[in-house]
């Protein structure tokens, strides 16, 4: 699968993981969570799905 970029990819405070945000796949924006943040910017790979959001891990 073509990577993907995490628009961004944060914990609201005092959360733990996953962490929550949104990546563009293929000119489309998705919910994405993942077990460490990511920085903007950051290419990603899609490692599973759960509905409409999904998971992903830097690679």
Known sequence: MTPSWASRLSSPRGSCPPLDGKVELHGSDWRAT?????????PVKVVGRNGLTLAVRRL
């Open 34 to 42: 993942a077990e460490e943040a990511i920085e903007a910017g950051t």
